[in-house]
C-alpha cells in the first residue's frame, strides 16, 4: 500500500500550483484522505482533508478560499489545488490516509502516509 504526492514546484507569489496524490493498494473513496505539509523547522501541520462521501471538506483558515480538495474516483486520485500562493505557503506537502475517521488535523489520525512534494513560493 502506497501513496505518492507529486506536483510541487517553484512559483512566483500570487501563482498556483495542484497537487496530486496517488495511490496503489487502496481506494481513496473509502478512506478520509487529509493533505498536510511541513515547513522548515516547523511542526507538520494538517491543511485540507476530505471525507469519503465528499461532503466535508475540511481546510486550515490560512488555506480557505486559496486552497480546494478534490478526488477523481474514476482516477483515484485526490487532488489539491493551490491558488494565490503566498511565501508562507512554501513547505514539504504531503497527503495521508485515514481509515478511523479521527480529528483531521491530528498527525496521529492517519494511517498511510506518502512521500513529501516541496511546493516553493518565491520571486
Known amino acids: 500500500l502506497q501513496l505518492q504526492a507529486s506536483g510541487g514546484g517553484l512559483v512566483q507569489p500570487g501563482g498556483s500550483l495542484r497537487l496530486s496524490c496517488t495511490a496503489s493498494?487502496?481506494?481513496?473513496?473509502?478512506?478520509?484522505i487529509g493533505w498536510f505539509r511541513q515547513a522548515a523547522g516547523k511542526e507538520r501541520e494538517g491543511i485540507s482533508s476530505?471525507?469519503?462521501?465528499?461532503?466535508?471538506?475540511n481546510y486550515r483558515d490560512s488555506v480557505k478560499g486559496r486552497f480546494i480538495i478534490s478526488r477523481n474516483t474514476d482516477k483515484n486520485t485526490v487532488y489539491l489545488q493551490m491558488n494565490s500562493l503566498k511565501p508562507e505557503d512554501t513547505a514539504v506537502y504531503y497527503c495521508?490516509?485515514?481509515?478511523?475517521?479521527?480529528?483531521?488535523?491530528?498527525?496521529?489520525?492517519?494511517?498511510?502516509w506518502g512521500q513529501g512534494t516541496l511546493v516553493t513560493v518565491s520571486s
Open positions: 476530505l471525507n469519503t462521501g465528499m461532503t466535508r471538506p
Open positions: 493498494g487502496l481506494t481513496f473513496e473509502d478512506y478520509t
Open positions: 495521508a490516509a485515514d481509515t478511523g475517521g479521527g480529528p483531521w488535523t491530528l498527525r496521529s489520525s492517519y494511517d498511510y
